[in-house]
């Protein structure tokens, strides 16, 4: 095989553990999967101060109930005693129908306070049923993320190793000088080396001397003159 053939694959290889190394960059980093996870945890955080909230309406509606039906005990118990007969002093009968008249206030109230509860419980409710069902959406979609990347990871360090052991056995048949010259041009682009194409080089599209071309002819290292890169001359 020639050394040019040699070289472009070792740049097919060099091109694919690039990407591979991309890749698992993106999976050591794990943005996306922190993104997720912050989400998740404001959700849950939103979720648990929900709950709380709806647990103390709850707590104020008991509390309301039993406060309505001790003011009901105590309004018919005056209110008995104020018809009874049993009191005859007026100015004490006066004070009687203003504690009536006060317990009737403050139930009226209690039943207000009831409503208002009532509807604020069920706001609360509704608030947390959709919480949860958010919470389990990120907690899926991270999981199902979470897996993926740990099966794409492990197929793309098992490939990037594979590649690097080949690229490593490559360059073993590559001469010392034409390999140091393919890694410095390596330096200044993506790909050090390009085809000719129709007579151009395929990485500047300028025309490719005759001179050149015949140099390419005796599988002799040439440089493009416009942009430097390593000229390839495909077999058909």
Known sequence: MRQMDLLWKLQDLDTRIGELEKKLAVYANKTKLRQLKSKFDTEKGLLEKEEAALKATIKSLKSNRVKVEELKFNYEKTEQKLYSGEVSNVKQLEGMQKNLDEMQRNMETLETDYGNYQGQKTRL??????????????????NGLKEKYTKEEKEAKAEYQDITKKRQELIKKIDESILNRYERVRLGTDMAVVAIENGKCSGC?????????????EDALVNCETCGRILYPKKD
Do not use: A, G, R
């Not at 049923?129 to 899926?140: A, F, I, R």
């Open 205 to 217: 599209h300028m025309e490719v001397s005759v001179v050149y071309t015949e140099k390419l002819k």
């Open 125 to 142: 409710e509704d608030l947390v049923k959709t919480s949860k069902v958010k919470l389990k959406k990120w907690k899926n979609t991270f």
